[in-house]
């Protein structure tokens, strides 16, 4: 494949490879997850017991993904969220979800994304401990599955709707989006019939493109942890644009997903915490 100008049908090719791989460090991890809830008393005891399982599945991650595409970058997990406007970039987390996990809980998923020039043109969302193992795929322009089976979203009416949010990624640095998470969800609780937080951001963003959620919105720059999911759920036919309803990008300070008929519907919701 010549750099940066892969065909969909080659980007699917490669999809099967990064899906295996993400498959391996999951299973992997999996194995390792404890039983019993972390017993770590303090922030700093809990990062470092999850940089010991953390770190190894980073590394082994990057191996695989590094033999298949050599000629992309690697943004390790010190970069400082901005995705870079040039070049092809693998973008991966090894467990996303690590609150969950370190309390022994399967909500949490292994993602792997090629961003490209800024834009994600290949995603793999891998959850190994929901309903025995969920994949989903996507590939720009291309489509997205849902264990290599299309999804689509389901229509909804909003008063039916299970909406799905996380809280900002910086909340200490970010009083503006903490304040307007507070208040979304206030709005957002009388207008659905409930209102989730179920764990890893990409993976609640991918279930917008299968129908398992009817909408995401979060607050603040959380472009690595949307990346994945937004391909997942733009290419399934979601809508996905900023909580204004304008076009998002990976410099946005909101997100929106949700699927096209309760969109317009959604914004209106948010336009008071705008």
């Known amino acids: 494949m010549d750099q940066g100008r892969a065909t969909t049908t080659e980007l699917w090719a490669l999809a099967g490879g990064v899906e295996a791989a993400v498959r391996e460090v999951g299973a992997e991890l999996a ?75 399967p909500y949490w998923a292994v993602t792997a994304t090629l961003v490209r020039d800024g834009r994600a043109v290949l995603a793999v969302v891998h959850a190994p401990e929901l309903l025995g193992g969920r994949t989903y795929r996507a590939v720009l322009g291309g489509g997205a599955q849902l264990d290599g089976r299309p999804i689509a979203p389901l229509p909804r009416e909003l008063g039916s709707a299970v909406a799905a949010t996380s809280q900002p990624p910086t909340v200490a640095g970010d009083p503006v ?9 206030a709005a957002m609780a009388d207008a659905v019939v409930a209102v989730r937080n179920l764990g890893p951001t990409a993976l609640q963003v991918a279930q917008v493109g299968s129908g398992h959620l009817a909408l995401f919105w979060e607050y603040g720059a959380d472009a690595p942890n949307l990346l994945p999911g937004a391909l997942v759920a733009s290419e399934a036919g979601a809508t996905v644009t900023d909580t204004a309803g304008a076009a998002w990008t990976a410099a946005s300070d909101g997100f929106l997903a949700a699927a096209p008929g309760l969109h317009a519907d959604v914004v209106r919701v948010l336009r008071s915490v705008n």
Request: charged share 30%; with cysteine; aromatic share 8%.
């Open 177 to 185: 989006a903490l304040r307007r998470a507070g208040e979304s969800l």
């Open 31 to 105: 194995a390792r997850r404890p039983d019993e809830p972390t017993p770590a008393r303090t922030a700093e005891e809990a990062v470092a017991r999850f940089a010991e399982i953390d770190g190894p599945a980073a590394a082994g991650l990057r191996e695989r993904l590094g033999s298949l595409r050599p000629e992309a970058g690697w943004l390790d997990d010190e970069f400082d969220g901005a995705v870079p406007a040039e070049g092809e970039w693998w973008l991966c987390d090894a467990t996303d979800g690590a609150v969950q996990y370190l309390l022994g809980l």
